[in-house]
């Protein structure tokens, strides 16, 4: 019989990957890893860690092969449909509470919410924040609704999240108007290798590049959100590593002030956004 210590010294993947893959096949929490490690487990349980086992080796992401990914202290579930929730982003989801603060009853619009991830994180720190989730997949929106309604109470005073099948704020109401515009939009150019590499491989093309330069996407948010937001309302966009100066410009050519960049942990520029007043 083949103990969980076997399988520890067989796995080719990095010993944290093995551990989530077990963890996931038993019901079992870490630390039952080290205390059960010599406990012969069941040829059904061996078989089908195996079976994950194989995916990973082959690239598949771990977030995919185990349908979930924590972000912002909340456990999302997350298909090959949607984007893999990412610490970095959880810089957007902080800064759209910054400028949410004083506000009451705001209202929240996030574009291309893929899983939901920003929305539901955003929605549940602020009880009562209105949140809207546009994407124009629909598959996505599955995934995203799914999500609110697992991690979101039902009772909550902004209400339910309002999602909208759109590409970008075409179908959104445009008698509504919003406190803070979020996006993680596609912003990796079309030629990048790391398409090619890694994670991205088994992530959605779509939901990662704008088959252009990486900005497309982001001049047609920074150009349509300023009919959507209240006065001194806030637009913040995710964006590549090398693109803060370009996307402040974008900004600033449309009208927004108080224009910056906050930076990751890592200290990369991760996120740059601004104020609209006009």
Do not use: C, K
């Amino acid at each position: 019989m083949t103990t969980v210590a076997e399988l520890l010294r067989a796995s080719p993947l990095p010993a944290l990957e093995t551990r989530i893959l077990l963890t996931h096949v038993l019901g079992w929490r870490r630390t039952e890893l080290i205390t059960r490690d010599q406990e012969a487990l069941d040829a059904d349980f061996v078989e089908r860690y195996q079976a994950l086992e194989a995916r990973r080796a082959a690239g598949v992401p771990i977030a995919q092969i185990v349908g979930s990914r924590e972000f912002f202290g909340l456990d999302f579930d997350v298909t090959p449909d949607v984007l893999i929730p990412r610490p970095e982003t959880e810089l957007l989801v902080e800064t759209a509470l910054g400028a949410l603060d004083g506000r009451e009853n705001p209202r929240v619009l996030d574009l291309g919410t893929g899983s939901g991830a920003i929305a539901v994180a955003i929605a549940h720190a602020r009880d009562d924040a209105q949140v809207w989730a546009v994407d124009r997949s629909e598959a996505a929106l599955e995934v995203a609704g799914r999500n609110a309604a697992n991690l979101l109470h039902p009772a909550r005073s902004g209400g339910p999240l309002t999602f909208v099948q759109s590409d970008w704020t075409q179908a959104v109401d445009q008698s509504l108007r919003f406190d803070v515009i979020v996006s993680n939009p596609p912003y990796i150019a079309d030629d990048d290798p790391h398409l090619t590499q890694g994670d991205l491989r088994f992530e959605p093309r779509a939901a990662l590049t704008d088959a252009a330069d990486g900005l497309s996407a982001i001049r047609a948010i920074v150009q349509s959100a300023p009919f959507l937001l209240v006065p001194a309302g806030a637009l913040w966009l995710e964006h590549g590593y090398d693109q803060a100066a370009e996307v402040r410009a974008l900004l600033t050519a449309r009208g927004f002030t108080e224009v910056r960049t906050a930076t990751d942990l890592a200290g990369i520029e991760r996120i740059s956004g601004g104020v609209f007043t006009a």
